[in-house]
T-cell receptor
């Protein structure tokens, strides 16, 4: 079965602190893809990153970085020097080649950055 | 501008009524999806379509119906059989489902039963 777990329901940090959002997944697919989305208060989900199961290299994009570890089935997201504009709900998602290419979402982590 | 347009943004329904949520995309994407979002439950898949005139049920399809007569359009009808329809509904599309590309989302419709 496909499952994504985001154990952190809510996180609050003070501006300029670093914060890591955890994502743990389960899948029987041999080829799969992992995603992170940001949902600001406006409601629309904004795509942040897509990573395939064969690429375990960490990725950095500005203040954002992602750590993919197949051994622990985790795909964690770190925001460095957080800003108030980072306040949002963040979703981790999984899509599998062998399971119809549907997207399976975690329950989300609500991040509040306090000025 | 290319994107996904959902309408209306807010919708109120009386109990026992059917309502239809609109979703249009001009991205030339093959696949389209409908998700329901409730507080603390993340996004749950209602229906998805990988090609025109074809669609499949997701995890919570009961009480909902869809059609895909055109590539650009994937309307969702919330029927009176849906016992708890108050939620935030999100439509999404992706280029080609077999490529597992990212999905792009509309701004959502918030449905409230009054």
């Amino acid at each position: 079965a496909q499952k994504v777990t985001q154990a952190q329901t809510e996180i609050s940090v003070v501006e300029k602190e670093d914060v890591t959002l955890d994502c743990v997944y389960e899948t029987r697919d041999t080829t799969y893809y992992l995603f992170w989305y940001k949902q600001p208060p406006s409601g629309e989900l904004v795509f942040l990153i897509r990573r395939n199961s064969f690429d375990e290299q960490n990725e950095i994009s500005g203040r954002y970085s992602w750590n993919f570890q197949k051994s622990t089935s985790s795909f964690n997201f770190t925001i460095t020097a957080s800003q108030v504009v980072d306040s949002a709900v963040y979703f981790c998602a999984l899509s599998g080649f062998d399971t119809g290419n549907q997207f399976y979402f975690g329950t989300g982590t609500s991040l509040t950055v306090i000025p | 501008d290319g994107g996904i347009t959902q309408s209306p943004k807010y919708l109120f329904r009386k109990e026992g009524q059917n309502v239809t949520l609109s979703c249009e995309q001009n991205l030339n994407h093959d696949a389209m999806y409908w998700y329901r979002q409730d507080p603390g439950q993340g996004l749950r898949l209602i229906y998805y379509s990988q090609i025109v005139n074809d669609f499949q049920k997701g995890d919570i399809a009961e009480g909902y119906s869809v059609s895909r007569e055109k590539k650009e359009s994937f309307p969702l009808t919330v029927t009176s059989a849906q016992k708890n329809p108050t939620a935030f509904y999100l439509c999404a599309s992706s280029i080609e489902p077999r490529l597992n590309t990212e999905a792009f989302f509309g701004q959502g419709t918030r449905l409230t039963v009054v």
